[in-house]
Antibody, heavy 123, light 110 residues
């Protein structure tokens, strides 16, 4: 069965960086893109960006460009999201999610979600 | 920047029908936006309900349905149950690899 298992909670000081992992299993890793979505406490879901596992192409929301780096390790079937220069507003649960389909195709949506990783930014 | 708008909250009686909507700040939602819907309960990851506007994800009860109503995407729950009390999010594909979530609707069943 498809699983996305994320790394554990992190506590970081303002200005630091954090790197979260998302281990995929149960499917052909290179056949799907993985997206990152975050949710601040009591707030809405917020799309951050994606990576195509087959070739490592990435796209990020303009809001996060320059601060977020998404990478993957195909041998480990793992995707990483690194965010730099953290501020208190980055305190949130971060989710990885698989994208089934793609633009121009018949389907295009998020089908399987990781369990989420809480990142707390506090001095 | 395009904004995707949902009703902040909605209330439905048990057994009743409710329609939640998902609108664009500019323009009409169509199938080319690949509208999809997600249910989230507190402390849990979202669960996929509807994709491609009106296709139910595996295991989703048929009381959940998706459509386009006028210029908005819509999620209808027919015969609401207590455990439908959740937050519901839509997301739209804007093209060029960009996705935008709506603000979410908090549904109360009482």
């Amino acid at each position: 069965q498809v699983q996305l298992v994320q790394s554990g909670a992190e506590v970081k000081e303002p200005g630091a960086s954090v790197k979260i992992s998302c281990k995929a299993s149960g499917y052909t890793f290179t056949s799907y893109a993985i997206h990152w979505v975050r949710q601040a406490p009591g707030q809405r879901l917020e799309w951050m960006g994606w990576i195509t596992a087959v070739n490592g192409n990435t796209k990020s929301s303009q809001q996060f460009q320059g601060r977020v780096t998404i990478t993957r390790d195909t041998s480990a079937t793992t995707v990483y999201m690194e965010m730099s220069n953290l501020g208190s507003e980055d305190t949130a649960v971060y989710y990885c999610v698989r994208n089934r389909g793609g633009s121009g195709g018949n389907i295009n949506y998020f089908d399987f979600w990781g369990q989420g990783t809480l990142v707390t930014v506090s001095s | 920047q395009t904004v995707v708008t949902q009703e902040p909250s909605f209330s439905v009686s048990p057994g009743g029908t409710v329609t939640l909507t998902c609108a664009l700040s500019s323009g009409s939602v169509s199938s080319s936006y690949y509208p999809s819907w997600y249910q989230q309960t507190p402390g849990q990851a979202p669960r996929t309900l509807i994709y491609n506007m009106n296709i139910r994800s595996s295991g989703v009860p048929d009381r959940f349905s998706g459509s386009i109503l006028g210029n908005k995407a819509a999620l209808t729950i027919t015969g609401a149950q207590a455990d439908d009390e959740s937050d519901y999010y839509c997301v739209l594909y804007m093209g060029s690899g960009i996705w935008v979530f709506g603000g979410g609707t908090k549904l109360t069943v009482l």
